[in-house]
């Protein structure tokens, strides 16, 4: 594949990137902002429109992390931006524990609609992805009077304490910030790239079955769990959908137990993986959805939506919080399910997403540190490793590639619980162009990593040796 760099409204690089407006911002905010608020670029971007974003020395980028999957519908899209105008200069607060506004009930009410499940649905918004999980897992427990969460290795629900508790990855996101909340029971995920070497991905789906029976013996009694919650397609961990059969398997056994299934959609969901809700593409309607990111078209704003009857189980008072469901994050999500919803953008979804994995597939069959590239529908990632048959992870040519593609005008991002993987969020609408544009730097941006790191750059027949 070829790129023309001088394709009319496509990547246009004047400095180098990041240039030195930009790292002079960085250094101020280092100087004044907390390290633990880290960065993955020292981009500073001025203004963005579609998939791209101008930075403040005049260099137009690709932005394929679309702020983390924010951003399906791309940036500041017209309709959004003249909702937020037409809003800001009608109401921007009022706090919805004071009283009620029109388009805080018209979101509830979109919510309910396009929400999985053929049964009577409430739901309750709040500011961000980790505050929705918060608020499902206060509801499951009044609902059920049960205490016990059970998520999974792999899994990311957030940065505040309990969802640190309920986040995996330690290194990252937990070291020195414990104590985590209690009857927080993490149980293995069936990570089918990684399964041992001679099995099938359907044998190693059963051991998996097999351990979460086991470990509803050894390490929690169902009838003590309020809810097992799970991101159907996990995100930071570099993008595995949930096997089916394991799906199917947790929403038995909470089925049984009268326990609740809490999809955690806050990044699968809003039409990432080609349809609106990734569950019910695994075969399973959750009894609470939590979403957020792409819901707000870059507002902040999230949810939580299910059963009627559990998501009324929490007291008057019990939930939300000054700025939840706040004017203008109301119109901006109303305007982007408008959008999402359409079955148009949706096609088109899947449309991208076959064009994006048939390029990662070249990727994969001409190097052989990209070891795979999965995903559901357009949510895509490709892993790296250092070999093949050991499938020893390879941070840092992810970490080159990232910075490699952000000189060529690419902005990519990392994901995996080893860091391995990069992972492909860009906005759903991408023309083809644009598609074939971040698919051919990604493609020099590999090549100029393996480079960089003294790898020979060959196609897939022989082996590497790191
Ligand atoms: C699956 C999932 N849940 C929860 C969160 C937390 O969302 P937020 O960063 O808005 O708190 C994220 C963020 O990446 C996520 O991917």
Known sequence: MTRDPAAAGGIRIVTEVPGPRSRALAARRDAAGARGAARLTDVAVEHAHGAYVTDVDGNRLLDFAGGIGMLAVGHTPDGVVAALKAQAERLVHLCAIVGTYEPYVRLLERLVEIAPGAFPKKAVLLNSGAEALETAVKIARAHTGRQAIVVFEGGYHGRTNLTLGMTSKYGLFKKGFGPFASEIYRLPFPDLYRRPAGMSEAEYVELAVQALDKAMVAQVDPSAVAAFVIEPVQGEAGFLPVPPRFFARLREIADASGALLVADEVQSGMGRTGQLWAAPQLGVVPDLLTTAKSLGAGMPIAAVVGRAEVMDAAHPGGLGGTYSGNPLACVAALEAIDRIADEAFLARARAVGERLRAGLERLVASYPQAGEVRGLGPMLAVEFVKDERTKEPFPELVLEVTKQALKRGLIVIRAGLYSNCIRLLPPLNLTDAEVDEGL???????????????????????????
């Open 440 to 466: 051919a730097v990604l493609h020099e941006a590999v090549a100029a990593a393996l480079a960089t790191l003294g790898l020979p750059e060959h196609a897939k027949e022989g082996t590497t040796s790191v």
